[in-house]
C-alpha cells in the first residue's frame, strides 16, 4: 500500500468540534489523506458561538509550519482561521514556495457572527496572501469583505481573481438548489448546481468543504471536478447530520464514519 497524500490545514480550533482544525483532520482522514497541522489560534467555542479566542504567536505558528514542511511531503495546504495580519503574511511567505496547491478559506466571520480578522488581517489576506493562493473558497458575505462591495455571486467570483487566485464562491440558492460559482483567471465563471441540504445542523460547513477541495487538487484532480466532488462530499455529510440533535445553537455537520460522498 502506497503512503497517502499528506495535506497541511493552517487554522484555529473549535472546542466544540465541529470547524477548524476538527473538521479539517476528519475530512482529510475520511476522505484517504495524513493530516497535519499548524494551529493559529485556540477558540473556546460551542453551537452557539464564539466565546473567547487565544491567537497563537506567529513565532510559533512559523515553528509549526517549519517542523511539519521540512519532514514531511506535503502535497497540499489549507488554511482556515488565521488571526493576526502578521500570521497570514508569515503563510503567505512560507507556504507560497512549497509549489502546491494552497487552498484559502478566509474565516473573518463566523457563523454566529464572531469577527474572527480585524481590519488590518482583511488587508493582509488581499494583499499577501491572495495572490499566491491556487484557489480561495469564501461564501457571499466573505467576498463582499474581501471586495469592499457586493453584486452577484458569478460577478464577485470574477472580481477575487483579479486578485490573482481562482474562485470557488460558495452559498446560496433558490428552490431546494444550491449554487457554486468557480472563476478562473481570464476565464468566464462556472455555475456548479447541486441540490441544497435543508438543516441546521451546519456548522463547519466551510471548512469541510475548503478541507475536501484541498484533499483533491493534492490528488491533481482539476479544479472544476475537485468542486464538484468536494460539494458532493459535503452535502454527504450535512446529510447524515440532518437528523442529530446536538448543542443548543446550529449543530454540528457530521465528521463521523459512513460511506464517502
Known amino acids: 500500500m502506497s503512503s497517502p497524500a499528506v495535506v497541511l490545514a493552517v487554522a484555529g480550533t473549535d472546542s466544540g468540534g465541529a470547524a477548524g482544525i ?39 505558528v512559523l515553528a509549526q509550519l517549519e517542523a511539519v514542511v521540512e519532514d514531511l511531503p506535503v502535497a497540499a495546504v489549507k488554511t482556515g482561521m488565521l ?26 466571520v463566523a457563523t454566529s457572527g464572531a469577527v474572527l480578522g480585524d481590519a488590518e488581517t ?45 474562485v470557488v464562491l460558495t452559498g446560496g440558492g433558490l428552490a431546494g438548489t444550491c449554487t457554486d460559482w468557480v472563476a478562473v483567471p481570464g476565464e468566464a465563471p462556472v455555475a456548479l448546481s447541486h441540490p441544497a441540504v435543508e438543516t441546521t445542523n451546519d456548522h463547519g460547513t466551510g471548512c469541510t468543504f475548503s478541507a475536501a477541495l484541498a484533499v ?13 466532488k468536494a460539494a458532493a462530499y459535503t452535502a454527504g455529510r450535512l446529510r447524515l447530520s440532518q437528523p442529530w440533535s446536538l448543542g443548543r445553537g446550529r449543530g454540528p455537520i457530521a465528521h463521523t464514519r459512513s460511506s464517502k460522498s
Open 22 to 60: 476538527a473538521a479539517d483532520l476528519t475530512t482529510f482522514g475520511d476522505l484517504g489523506a495524513h493530516g497535519v497541522v499548524a494551529v493559529t489560534a485556540v477558540t473556546a467555542q460551542d453551537t452557539t458561538g464564539v466565546r473567547s479566542v487565544h491567537a497563537v504567536p506567529a513565532a510559533i
Open 83 to 108: 488571526g493576526t495580519a502578521e500570521v497570514v503574511a508569515l503563510v503567505a511567505d512560507r507556504l507560497s514556495a512549497l509549489g502546491v496547491p494552497l487552498v484559502v478559506d478566509p474565516v473573518l
Open 122 to 166: 482583511m488587508h493582509a489576506y488581499v494583499e499577501r496572501l491572495l495572490p499566491v493562493a491556487s484557489v480561495i473558497t469564501p461564501n457571499a458575505d466573505e467576498a463582499r469583505a474581501l471586495l469592499g462591495a457586493t453584486g452577484p455571486p458569478d460577478r464577485m467570483a470574477t472580481a477575487l481573481t483579479r486578485l490573482g487566485p481562482a
Open 216 to 228: 483533491h487538487l493534492a490528488h491533481d484532480i482539476p479544479l472544476i471536478t475537485a468542486a464538484r
